[in-house]
């Protein structure tokens, strides 16, 4: 049996809308901060001893979950700023954003800014001063 072809186009949508339940359900009842939370660390961070792009997440989608913005924003701004970005695009790819909003999208999905946007957050997140250090979790 076939996969319906017109049901393709929600399959980002929906692998965004399961994560996002279950990422819910988990970090309303763990706590990513207290030390021996079953969690995995940032294996980058492990390894190096430098943040990552990605790192904080975890504890940044935790200050998410029980309303925290301002400890959201501490733990991963780029992520926190990232996230109506990929709602946007996965929506214009379930064909679920009005056309009149199409340069949102045009705008968001341009994939060099998104590089050098990544690339210089991962560099100025690792550099020890004032106000680059406000970049690294916590």
């Avoid at 763990?30 to 969690?39: A, H, K, R």
């Avoid at 992520?79 to 045009?106: C, E, N, Q």
């Amino acid at each position: 049996m076939q996969f319906p072809q017109h049901l393709l186009r929600y399959m980002p949508l929906a692998a965004i809308a399961g994560i996002s339940v279950g990422a819910v359900a988990v970090l309303s009842r763990i706590d990513p901060n207290v030390p021996g939370n079953p969690l995995p660390p940032c294996p980058f961070y492990a390894l190096t001893g430098l943040w990552c792009p990605g790192c904080g997440s975890t504890r940044c989608l935790h200050a998410l979950v029980h309303l925290d913005l301002p400890q959201a924003m501490a733990m991963n701004p780029l992520l926190i700023v990232s996230i109506v970005p990929m709602l946007v695009m996965a929506l214009h790819g379930a064909g679920l954003w009005p056309a009149k909003l199409g340069w949102l999208v045009r705008l968001f999905a341009r994939p060099i800014p998104w590089l050098v946007l990544i690339v210089s957050y991962w560099l100025l997140r690792n550099l020890p001063w004032y106000p680059f250090n406000l970049l690294a979790p916590g």
